[in-house]
């Protein structure tokens, strides 16, 4: 069975630093995609960045990075200039290729400090 | 493309009562999705449609909850008999398959309290 396990129930970082949100997953197949997915206080939750498990190089979207580690079983993102907007509880999830269950983990709040 | 939407955003009932919600996917969107997601915890899986077929429901799920899709467009998610357990909030979400590059657009959300 999947599973993904978010480690810190809450981060803090001041604003413009740099911050590093921790998961790992656990699946037997081969063939997969990671996600992280952020969710506002009261708003919708939206995809931040995804990455394929057959690429090796680490997905990038503006300030969002990810540090995949396929062997280790981890996926972190890294927020860089971190701004108030960053603000939201950070999810990360899997999805097995060719099938439609996402599995989340528990989440991480992210404080952004002024 | 005027997002996900979700109705009602909020509802209270009586435990033992039936509550149907409603979802709308953004428009020629394919794949719809339902989750729960209960405080401090990441969204659950309840089920999946690919048009109007139902491919998938999490064994998760008892036969007090339903799910429909009828004419592929919006979608209905009913609990009878409703529990406390319940109380959650109940996420819908579609997306646009092209090859393995989907990304999901999730609804604001029904909160159910169970009394």
């Known amino acids: 069975a999947q599973t993904v396990t978010q480690s810190q129930p809450e981060m803090s970082v001041q604003e413009a630093e740099t911050v590093t949100l921790s998961c790992t997953y656990d699946t037997s197949e081969s063939d997969y995609y990671l996600f992280w997915y952020k969710q506002p206080p009261s708003r919708q939750m939206i995809l931040v960045i995804r990455q394929e498990a057959y690429k090796q190089q680490n997905a990038t979207e503006n300030r969002f990075s990810v540090n995949f580690q396929k062997a280790a079983k981890s996926f972190s993102l890294k927020i860089s200039d971190s701004q108030l907007g960053d603000a939201a509880m950070y999810f990360c999830?899997?999805?097995?290729?060719?099938?439609?269950?996402?599995?989340f983990g528990t989440g991480t709040r992210l404080k952004v400090l002024a | 493309d005027t997002g996900v939407s979700q109705n009602p955003r909020h509802k209270i009932t009586k435990r033992g009562q039936n509550v149907t919600f409603r979802c709308d996917p953004i428009?020629?969107?394919?794949?719809l999705y339902w989750y729960r997601q209960t405080l401090g915890q990441g969204p659950e899986f309840l089920t999946y449609f690919q048009n109007e077929a139902q491919l998938e429901k999490s064994r998760l799920l008892s036969d007090r909850f339903s799910a429909e899709r009828p004419k592929g467009s919006f979608s209905t998610l009913e609990i009878q008999r409703t529990e406390q357990g319940d109380s959650a909030m109940y996420l819908c979400a579609s997306s646009r398959y092209n090859s393995n590059q989907e990304t999901q657009y999730f609804g604001p959300g029904t909160r159910l309290l169970v009394l």
């Open positions: 999830a899997t999805r097995i290729s060719g099938t439609y269950k996402y599995i």
């Open positions: 428009s020629e969107h394919n794949r």
